[in-house]
């Protein structure tokens, strides 16, 4: 075992039990919350290419100096993944854009496309000489016009055909366009006819939708289109189930040509119908729509938000679909909260009880014990309260994994959860900062969870340090 007792000095501990876990050991501090600046410095020094080396983009905080050492880092890699982190102010990018290494500056160049950056950055950019840098400027944020143009004529074809868009044809000259229709290269020819792909109008009338022959169109019209009376007529009697199904849920079709569709032969068409937005409570109960593990969006259930009568009468809906989606949205009143809570569909309380800021604790915990998951309830604070560990107990991993959430739980339980032999349980158990450190430390060896317990926050910076000094023995 590692000999990394709290009264005994860093410069003694040795690994003891088997091959140091180096690389599990860098990957837990690199996310390790309370890592200090120091040891993410080092960390940036040690890291090899290819090995974790993206930890500087995805660190949700990265002290000033550590971004300032992986600046100026001498690997390429860690400038790069610098690069690639969201957030980043536009001083920082510029420096990286005009970075040595092209691999950089593509990174770089990828990323102006969110954040601005000045124009003599973008000109350089513009102007790489590497070409899978310059085929990512178009698209970056206030790029000038005349870059652009620049662009739309550069020497490299897939730079050409990266500055032909439906946003930025418009932009470009006449002569410019002239020449990028004729253009050699299959692909810029390809971009410019994306570019100039106009959606004809979906058909309105009966005898446009009878001269239509595209297929695909046909369907987007039964779903989504205005119509004319006789063409509505015409889509619910169509030998296509597609195309009734389609059509039963276009809310410009009217409603009594849908009810007709409510005895369709096919379930999807009948439950296509059941889900609209204009019938009635007694209309929508008639429905026979089958049994279905369907979930389609109901926006114009999320349109209701702003009338709390309307959401009661919702949620006391006869159909679960409907219920279901008033159970998705964050703010209910008390009322449909409390109704929805008790609902006999698990469908129903799930949704509530992963999307409604409103639901009450007792409710995420009674359905993550029913449905043993989803995992994402036990993140959530309404779900801790005092009495989970007795979960610990249990035969289901998922039931003693959310132990861990007990405010309360007993510094020897979460030991034994650590030692757990479901594997999700033993990290989970490993990164919490309560436990015991010198549980914490046993923790560290090779056999354990080194990777967990290296990104414990409670793990003393001394013992981050050491942990890289053992890593970079030979």
């Given amino acids: 075992m590692l000999d990394l007792s709290a009264h005994q000095p860093a410069a003694v501990w040795r690994p003891l039990s088997g091959p140091v876990p180096g ?16 040891v993410l410095v080092r960390l940036l020094n040690d890291t090899s290419e290819g090995e974790g080396a993206s930890w500087p983009a995805r660190r949700p905080e990265l002290p000033d100096r550590v971004l300032e050492a992986a600046l100026r880092h001498p690997h390429w890699w860690v400038r790069a993944a610098l690069a690639e982190r969201p957030g980043l102010s536009p001083a920082v990018l510029a420096v990286l854009a005009g970075d040595r290494e092209r691999r ?28 899978d840098t310059r085929r990512r400027v178009p698209g970056a944020v206030g790029l000038p016009e005349e870059l652009l143009v ?13 500055a032909v868009g439906a946003d930025s044809w418009a932009r470009l000259p006449a002569r410019v366009r ?23 109008p979906l058909p309105v009338t009966l005898a446009g939708y009878i001269a239509e022959s595209d297929p695909v169109r046909r ?15 015409w889509l619910v009697l169509d030998d296509d189930p597609r195309i009734r199904r389609a059509a039963a849920g276009n809310p410009q079709l009217p409603t009594d040509l849908a009810l007709a569709l409510a005895v369709d032969p096919d379930a999807a068409v009948r439950l296509a119908v059941s889900i609209r937005p204009d019938l009635t409570e007694q209309q929508r109960s008639a429905v026979d729509f089958g049994a279905s593990d369907a979930a389609p969006e ?5 349109e209701r938000q702003g009338d709390p009568a309307e959401l009661l009468r919702l949620a006391r809906s006869a159909h679960p679909l409907v219920r279901r989606a008033v159970a998705t949205l964050e703010h209910l009143p008390g009322e449909a909260v409390a109704l929805l809570a008790e609902d006999p569909e698990p469908a129903v309380r799930l949704a ?28 959530l604070d309404r779900f801790a309260a005092p009495g989970l560990a007795t979960w610990a107990e249990r035969p289901e991993p998922a039931l003693r994994l959310a132990a861990l959430r007990d405010p309360e739980l007993a510094p020897e339980v979460l030991a034994r959860l650590a030692e757990d032999p ?53």
């Fill in 23 to 38: 690389r599990a050991w860098r990957a837990g501090l690199a996310i390790n919350p309370a890592a200090p600046s120091e």
């Fill in 104 to 131: 950089v500056r593509r990174a770089a160049a990828s990323a102006a496309h969110r954040v601005p950056l000045p124009e003599r950055t973008l000109t350089a950019l513009a102007d790489d000489r590497d070409p």
């Fill in 150 to 162: 620049g662009l739309a004529q550069d020497g490299s074809p897939l730079v050409r055909a990266a």
């Fill in 178 to 200: 002239t020449a990028l229709r004729a253009d050699r290269d299959p692909a810029v020819r390809a971009a410019v006819q994306r570019a100039l792909r106009v959606e004809r």
């Fill in 219 to 233: 369907e987007r019209t039964a779903a989504g289109a205005a119509m004319e009376r006789a063409l509505g007529e």
């Fill in 298 to 302: 109901l926006p114009w259930v999320a």
């Fill in 352 to 379: 509530l009880a992963e999307h409604c800021a409103d639901a009450p604790g007792a409710l995420l915990r009674s359905v993550y014990a029913e449905l043993l998951g989803p995992s994402s309830l036990p993140a």
């Fill in 422 to 474: 479901d594997e999700a349980v033993a990290r989970a158990a490993a990164g919490d900062p309560r436990l015991p450190l010198e549980v914490l430390l046993g923790l560290l060896e090779p056999g354990a969870c080194p990777g967990a317990a290296a990104a414990n926050p409670a793990l003393p910076a001394e013992f981050m340090l050491r942990l890289l000094d053992l890593a970079a023995e030979p």
